[in-house]
């Protein structure tokens, strides 16, 4: 516990220091922690402590020296921060993409309720039937919000999306916009199908769209093709499984805002145990 969490903090103030641009403002010296150090006790709470933000700041203190800050506080200064952790994700995700020579992706989507079906009329933290949506492969309907995630067939992930339960994964696909290496191939299951799509995305990227096809598909695969998609898809629910059991059993939040940025700390946590960090 203390090596990663000493390996997170080095390696998130060094990115933090290597794209800020020069003229950005500096940080007020009035502050107590540091962006770097509020982040890293976000990725602490999400990778020890169940995503319990309380927890992971009374452990920085105690074991580390780092100065207390109030709670509210805390979390309005990590609430400032969520567009440069989405930053920090996506920089860290091309470093993987580089590092990823076999140039093989897949992409699958998961959804996260945010309480139990029973409660959805008493809930407070969303209130649209936008978030009401169905997971197929599960035959169950749920209340919350749906994770695309791009993975290599080593299970990281290097790039997701968070959007409305009941919006389409092909919707999910179109709003995350893949960024792969050139010559990459992106298997997908058959929700992603959309032949005007995939040749959009071949002849935009240099990369192919490698889709499950249902058996009454006008484009159907050949063997082989069939063979490599069920070989790589299984990377995709192997990511899927170790993910979720960082959750606990319930996310807490106050706000919508804060319960994507806790999905947020999930998956980037997780990302940086599967680098090693």
């Not at 695309?148 to 409305?164: K, S």
């Amino acid at each position: 516990m203390t090596e990663q969490t000493v390996a997170m903090y080095c390696f998130l103030d060094d990115l933090l220091t290597k794209t800020r641009p020069k003229w950005a403002r500096p940080a007020d010296s009035r502050r107590h922690l540091s962006d770097a150090q509020v982040i890293t006790t976000a990725l602490v709470a999400a990778r020890y402590f169940g995503g319990n933000l309380a927890l992971g700041k009374r452990y920085m203190e105690q074991h580390w020296g780092q100065k207390s800050l109030d709670k509210s506080g805390f979390n309005r200064q990590l609430h400032a921060l969520a567009d440069t952790l989405a930053g920090l994700f996506a920089t860290f995700g091309q470093m993987l993409k580089a590092l990823h020579t076999d140039s093989r992706y897949v992409i699958d989507s998961f959804p996260v309720a945010v309480c139990h079906n029973t409660r959805i009329p008493r809930c407070k933290l969303l209130k649209d039937k936008a978030y009401h949506g169905k997971c197929a492969s599960k035959r169950c309907w749920f209340y919350g919000f749906k994770v695309q995630v791009v993975a290599t067939t080593d299970d990281t992930p290097v790039d997701f999306y968070i959007h409305a339960g009941s919006e389409a994964d092909q919707t999910g696909m179109r709003g995350l916009v893949p960024d792969l290496p050139e010559g990459s191939v992106l298997y997908t299951d058959a929700g992603y199908t959309d032949y005007a799509g995939e040749d959009l995305f071949e002849e935009a990227t240099n990369n192919r769209q490698q889709t499950a096809r249902k058996k009454n598909s006008t484009r159907p695969h050949a063997p082989h093709e069939n063979f490599l998609l069920q070989h790589f898809r299984k990377s995709i629910e192997t990511c899927f499984s170790q993910l979720t059991a960082r959750f606990p059993k319930q996310i807490h939040a106050v706000t919508a805002e804060g319960f994507v940025l806790k999905l947020v700390l999930f998956i980037f946590v997780h990302s940086l145990d599967q680098a090693g960090l």
